[in-house]
């Protein structure tokens, strides 16, 4: 497929011309504020899609934000590839630590992407990726070389929970029929050794509310007489793991699989290096569950983490008050086995329980979703790696990853297909934070990468 | 004194009014965003202690807000009384739980304000209070019975901790020169029951930073494996307190004046209904240090609150991330013979010692003050306690107060002289707290009853 090589040089300026207009768009599905501009961003998903060859294209409503839904059907007996991505994206504050504006997109050159990258919210977490596909498709159709049907499913609620999605999957089950699902909403090891991500974390997130008095209270005067909500939530929070970092929530790890030293030994052979993941983070130490190394902290064990804590007087200078409420939002990353629903429930009555009396406290479940674990003797992630070893020069290396795509098991529970991760990012690309980027290389190599995919799944499937 | 009683009715309605002016200046000392209201604050107390009938009214530049000096020497063979008061006022915010506008002051009728209360902040911490004495001197000069010389210094710093008036007493002690300091910035027990504070605990205020990783991290592919500096914060606000609710900071209770079983039993007379207290506060329980019971938490005994907390995502939705810093605003509050420098000093190396490997600390002092403690047998007491007597039909009750006035400390170290808390507000007047308010009657009654301590307080010098 030599053709994709020259199609990727000869078009490379529109295709990031084309994703830098995507980012320009603050596509923030968290915050009501941007609503407009999540649903201008359907839009221009739509658009893009007819452009690059779509037969049909549809602005589908949900309950949230519309999905958009694209295909070409070239002969109902060939396989069909769903495509998945999102067009939303996380809040981009902190603002300030941006060193450009987050919906500005500018090219600049990092150590590690000497070539440049596209510094934007979402640059890499999803729009630069699921773009990607949009391209790939774009050559299939324009060279003539779409081995099977391809059917999209762009949604806008991936960063809040993807409510809206497993209610259209479940009522369009015939509609996104099909025989793999592809997703690249994932990363690698790095741009010389590409990796496929095999599992994946579940994900229950919360809110909590602790109320001690009526009404903020003077500090000096009540200080000392009345439970103090914040106080109370430090000493609730901090109770939630033990000396060795181990949950203390009652029956949190029964389902929790463990992982053979056979398999452990295997994940081990990934390459890292300590000092430089210290490094990169400024970090004098790391820090996590007794008995597991930093590749098993991460990606097979289940972990509890605030990602949000906010109460009584916050501004400038000093206010001797006590808040009459204290919040926390807490994320509990979850592993094969461990159902989200039941783990939420595990919280929600052990934090009830642990209240002291004096304060009244609330759990608010925000979303979640199941772990997941990809075969790797699957026609599809054979196919994915050939492509991967075609373009790299070298093999995929499967990886367990610790983030989370709930809706990777409600596909599989809904559709009965397999999802193939082929993720194209770094974990140096920063989503989630500020100063997001994804590479050019690494924008242009997944482009190059994805026909190869089609093409081997579709040998492979005779 | 029959005049003073129809004085105040002749007057009233000019003297709630003059004093709803001064309260619509939004004068909020810790945030640089009304600076310029402190400022036009500070020329109102002014030109009201000018009209009052002081010979002589500056505005003293200090190196932070202005404080306004006044005097009446009428002979200086007589007693002169310093008093002192703030104009600044706390931050309003929560903002939305004002039921009107903090600073467009309304008269209100409550169950315990059944004449009517003025809304607004700052109403009875300190503009009412401390308007209360220009009233007075207003009605002693129109009377001609001021008995002895009066001085005024009214600051604007209060709120965040009076660090320029340290400067400005150390410096002008020659013209601050008196035989006793005047203050109405606390509270008494009841309109039926009036008390004076003969005790005040003492203030150490911090703001502490955690600081994890360099940036903020995606919480699925990090968390678990570096240390999430809201966990740690919570964690290490969590150790500040033991089971028993006792501060476990090494050396923090050494200097703490244990009171003996009668000063505990005398203080247990002063009326006090723990349902009542519970009710008012909607709470289903007390809080706090065993072995003490609620008015002597809250007075007699050093305590540890976190004031503010923040950090992460804590906007609407969910955002999975692992914060950089996490911040918190800490403040304890300290008895007689505790040393706040020393105090503060001890908090700093505690909570740095219990810091983990994986994220750095920093404690920034706010500001402070130390306890105090009034001797009942006095001239002032007696004066004061002859005055409310006159007035509320019954004596004052001492009591100890669980708020700090850290200037009273250094008044008497600078200055040499007692400082006489004639105090006015109720507890339930929402000091520091949404819907302050201020009692028509407590104001009038203020107004009323001071005029009587300058009378007795200079027949007991003679």
């Given at each position: 497929?030599?053709?994709?090589?020259?199609?990727?040089?000869?078009?490379?300026?529109?295709?990031?011309?084309?994703?830098?207009?995507?980012?320009?768009?603050?596509?923030?599905?968290?915050?009501?504020?941007?609503?407009?501009?999540?649903?201008?961003?359907?839009?221009?998903?739509?658009?893009?899609?007819?452009?690059?060859?779509?037969?049909?294209?549809?602005?589908?409503?949900?309950?949230?934000?519309?999905?958009?839904?694209?295909?070409?059907?070239?002969?109902?007996?060939?396989?069909?590839?769903?495509?998945?991505?999102?067009?939303?994206?996380?809040?981009?504050?902190?603002?300030?630590?941006?060193?450009?504006?987050?919906?500005?997109?500018?090219?600049?050159?990092?150590?590690?992407?000497?070539?440049?990258?596209?510094?934007?919210?979402?640059?890499?977490?999803?729009?630069?990726?699921?773009?990607?596909?949009?391209?790939?498709?774009?050559?299939?159709?324009?060279s003539n070389t779409l081995p099977c049907n391809v059917k999209f499913m762009i949604e806008g609620e991936e960063e809040v929970g993807s409510k809206s999605l497993s209610w259209f999957v479940e009522r369009n089950q015939e509609k996104l029929k099909n025989d793999v699902i592809l997703i690249s909403d994932t990363g690698m090891i790095s741009n010389q050794q590409p990796s496929i991500t095999t599992g994946l974390r579940g994900l229950s997130y919360v809110e909590v509310e602790v109320t001690g008095p009526n009404r903020d209270l003077h500090s000096g005067l009540y200080g000392g007489a009345v439970a103090n909500p914040i106080n109370v939530l430090a000493k609730m929070i901090a109770s939630l793991h033990d000396e060795d970092n181990h949950i203390t929530i009652p029956g949190f790890y029964d389902n929790v699989q463990e992982l053979s030293l056979e398999e452990r030994a295997e994940m081990a052979k990934a390459p890292f290096n300590l000092e430089n993941y210290k490094k990169a983070l400024d970090l004098n130490d790391v820090y996590g569950e007794k008995g597991y190394v930093t590749n098993e902290r991460n990606s097979i064990r289940p972990t509890l983490d605030v990602n949000g804590i906010w109460g009584g007087y916050t501004g400038e200078g000093a206010k001797t008050v006590i808040a009459s409420k204290a919040f926390a939002k807490i994320s509990m990353r979850l592993v094969p086995n461990q159902d989200w629903e039941q783990i939420t429930e595990l919280f929600t009555k052990h934090f009830m329980s642990i209240a002291p009396a004096g304060v009244t406290v609330k759990v608010k479940p925000h979303h979640g979703g199941q772990g997941y674990v990809t075969p790797i003797d699957s026609i599809g992630y054979k196919a994915a790696n050939m492509a991967y070893t075609e373009t790299f020069g070298v093999p995929a290396i499967p990886v367990r990853s610790g983030g989370s795509i709930p809706i990777v098991a409600l596909f599989e529970k809904e559709l009965k297909s397999k999802t193939i991760l082929m993720g194209f990012g770094l974990d140096s690309d920063a989503i989630h934070s500020p100063n997001e980027h994804f590479g050019i290389f690494n924008y242009l190599k997944g482009i190059e990468t994805i026909p190869l995919f089609y093409k081997y799944f579709v040998e492979l499937s005779k």
């Open positions: 497929m030599e053709n994709i090589k020259s199609y990727v040089q000869q078009h490379k300026d529109r295709f990031i011309n084309e994703l830098i207009e995507l980012l320009k768009i603050p596509s923030v599905s968290a915050d009501a504020a941007y609503s407009q501009d999540v649903i201008n961003t359907s839009e221009a998903v739509k658009i893009s899609l007819e452009k690059a060859g779509c037969d049909f294209v549809e602005i589908c409503d949900t309950p949230g934000y519309p999905i958009v839904y694209g295909e070409k059907i070239i002969d109902p007996s060939l396989p069909t590839v769903l495509v998945y991505g999102h067009y939303d994206v996380q809040p981009a504050d902190p603002m300030e630590l941006w060193t450009s504006p987050p919906f500005e997109p500018v090219i600049k050159k990092t150590d590690i992407h000497p070539e440049g990258a596209i510094f934007a919210r979402g640059a890499c977490d999803d729009k630069g990726q699921m773009y990607m596909h949009v391209k790939a498709l774009e050559y299939m159709v324009q």
